[in-house]
């Protein structure tokens, strides 16, 4: 097998874990319009769809630079921040502008002040029930903090040497979290129990805040440092793919169990971190060579992940606008029919999406890059030539 052929094999494994998350989220997201019964009784489980995208983010975004850190090398936070920026705002832009110029699009009764969605603290005193459109973005406010924190806080364990000595942080962040889970609840929840806004009470203090749903970041950020400082325990692992996968299946369906009433207290402070080590579990089986996910490749999960993030971004302002337009042929709002439609058209405006404004940034992305390592090797070659000198 060439290399070639192993980054494929790679890819395609998290392609379908990308697929996956997003179908997730389209189908949970699909039931605040018109929707089959049927909907109801197989989703209730679909928020989790956003925890696999953060476990995902935490392993993807964490190892390329724990690899550098286990091999002696830099992190280059410009590098960094320049790809985190051309992944993510032109895309992200373009679809906010469309919320804020075409009130049609609006999906629910109001939109969050302009500065939230700029400074990405929409997720912050969240307030669902009366701005409740465009409100999935607060996902991405979560994986902002993350990509704006993350990077520093290795560069000062880099700057004070102490990185090798810093394995106490993740556990420690872990228990940390359900802390403040602890206090959210009996603080800031618990007092309205009784209330009938309870549960936009519940949304604003323990769903949304990124304090609150770190969780599925630090599974994908415990997954890499595994794999980049513990290569022996890593090689052990991997070739148990399948055996992880069905362990993963295992804690989520005992997750799925524990987060049944989504708004308890069991689920609010435990439920969140068995989701995360689930689908932790199910990533390391992505990337498995012995997993069934690993060795499977398939064009519509991988062309599903590549669409991903403009899916989650407009899926909710396309299925607001086509179902009534589709109505108004015949077929009925309710019907599965119009589920596979509304689906295909947001796919198709994912598509449009992605070609439009993604593609054309990320290539624009990619020739920043190579600038800027061909200035690098040749400041180096510079350097190089006055020492020998």
Same mark, same amino acid.
């Given at each position: 097998?060439?290399?070639?052929?192993?980054?494929? !094999?790679?890819?395609?494994?998290? /392609?379908?874990?990308?697929?996956?998350?997003?179908?997730?989220?389209?189908?949970?997201? #699909?039931?605040?319009?018109?929707?089959?019964?049927?909907? /109801?009784?197989? =989703?209730?489980?679909?928020?989790?769809?956003? /925890?696999?995208?953060?476990?995902?983010?935490?392993?993807?975004?964490?190892?390329?630079?724990?690899?550098?850190?286990?091999?002696? !090398?830099?992190?280059?936070?410009?590098?960094?921040?320049?790809?985190?920026?051309?992944?993510?705002?032109?895309? #992200?832009?373009?679809?906010?502008?469309? *919320?804020?110029?075409?009130? +049609?699009?609006?999906?629910?009764? $109001?939109?969050?002040?302009?500065?939230?969605?700029?400074?990405?603290?929409?997720?912050?005193?969240? /307030?669902?029930?009366? *701005?409740?459109?465009?409100?999935?973005?607060?996902?991405?406010?979560?994986?902002?903090?993350?990509?704006?924190?993350?990077?520093?806080?290795?560069?000062?364990? %880099?700057?004070?040497?102490?990185?090798?000595?810093?394995?106490?942080?993740?556990?420690?962040?872990?228990?940390?979290?359900?802390?403040?889970?602890?206090?959210?609840?009996?603080?800031?929840?618990?007092?309205? @129990?009784?209330?009938?806004?309870?549960?936009? &009470?519940?949304?604003?203090?323990? *769903?949304?805040?990124? #304090?609150?749903?770190?969780?599925?970041?630090?599974?994908?950020?415990?997954?890499?440092?595994?794999? $980049?400082?513990?290569?022996? @325990?890593?090689?052990?692992?991997?070739?148990?793919?399948?055996? &992880?996968?069905?362990?993963?299946?295992?804690?989520?369906?005992?997750?799925?169990?524990?987060?049944?009433?989504?708004?308890?207290?069991? @689920?609010?402070?435990?439920?969140?971190?068995?989701? @995360?080590?689930?689908?932790?579990? =199910?990533?390391?089986?992505?990337?498995?060579?012995?997993?069934?996910?690993?060795?499977?490749?398939?064009?519509?999960?991988?062309?599903?992940?590549?669409?991903?993030? +403009?899916? #989650?971004?407009?899926?909710?302002?396309?299925?607001?606008?086509?179902?009534?337009?589709?109505?108004?042929?015949?077929? +009925?709002?309710?019907?599965?029919?119009?589920?596979?439609?509304?689906?295909?058209?947001?796919?198709?405006? +994912?598509? &449009?999406?992605?070609?439009?404004?993604? $593609?054309?940034? %990320?290539? %624009?992305?990619?020739?920043? %890059?190579?600038?800027?390592?061909?200035?690098?090797?040749?400041?180096?070659?510079?350097?190089?030539?006055?020492?020998?000198?």
């Amino acid at each position: 097998m060439t290399n070639t052929d192993i980054t494929v !094999k790679k890819l395609s494994g998290l /392609d379908h874990l990308r697929s996956l998350a997003i179908l997730m989220v389209l189908f949970y997201h #699909y039931r605040m319009f018109q929707h089959p019964q049927w909907l /109801d009784n197989i =989703m209730g489980f679909g928020w989790t769809g956003v /925890d696999l995208f953060f476990v995902l983010s935490g392993y993807l975004i964490s190892y390329p630079l724990f690899v550098n850190m286990a091999s002696g !090398k830099n992190i280059s936070l410009p590098e960094f921040f320049i790809k985190r920026f051309f992944r993510i705002i032109p895309a #992200y832009l373009v679809v906010l502008t469309i *919320y804020f110029l075409f009130p +049609a699009f609006h999906e629910r009764e $109001a939109l969050p002040p302009l500065w939230k969605f700029l400074t990405f603290t929409q997720n912050f005193n969240f /307030d669902i029930k009366n *701005y409740g459109t465009f409100s999935h973005v607060w996902s991405l406010c979560v994986e902002e903090h993350f990509y704006l924190l993350f990077p520093l806080v290795l560069i000062t364990l %880099l700057r004070f040497k102490v990185w090798r000595k810093a394995g106490f942080l993740l556990p420690a962040l872990f228990i940390l979290g359900i802390g403040i889970r602890l206090y959210c609840w009996y603080a800031l929840i618990a007092p309205h @129990a009784e209330q009938d806004n309870f549960w936009v &009470i519940w949304y604003r203090h323990m *769903y949304y805040p990124t #304090y609150t749903r770190l969780d599925g970041l630090l599974a994908g950020v415990s997954i890499a440092v595994l794999f $980049a400082f513990k290569p022996a @325990a890593k090689t052990w692992i991997i070739k148990r793919g399948n055996v &992880i996968l069905l362990l993963s299946l295992l804690v989520l369906t005992g997750a799925w169990f524990l987060c049944n009433e989504q708004e308890s207290f069991y @689920a609010s402070i435990f439920g969140y971190p068995l989701v @995360a080590a689930g689908y932790g579990l =199910m990533v390391i089986a992505a990337v498995s060579p012995t997993s069934i996910l690993y060795r499977y490749n398939s064009r519509v999960t991988a062309l599903i992940a590549k669409l991903s993030f +403009a899916l #989650y971004l407009s899926h909710k302002g396309v299925i607001h606008l086509v179902q009534p337009l589709l109505a108004q042929t015949g077929i +009925a709002p309710k019907g599965s029919l119009m589920l596979v439609l509304c689906l295909l058209i947001a796919v198709l405006g +994912a598509f &449009i999406l992605n070609k439009a404004v993604e $593609a054309p940034f %990320l290539r %624009l992305r990619q020739r920043i %890059l190579n600038k800027r390592k061909a200035i690098t090797h040749k400041n180096v070659a510079l350097l190089t030539k006055d020492s020998a000198a």
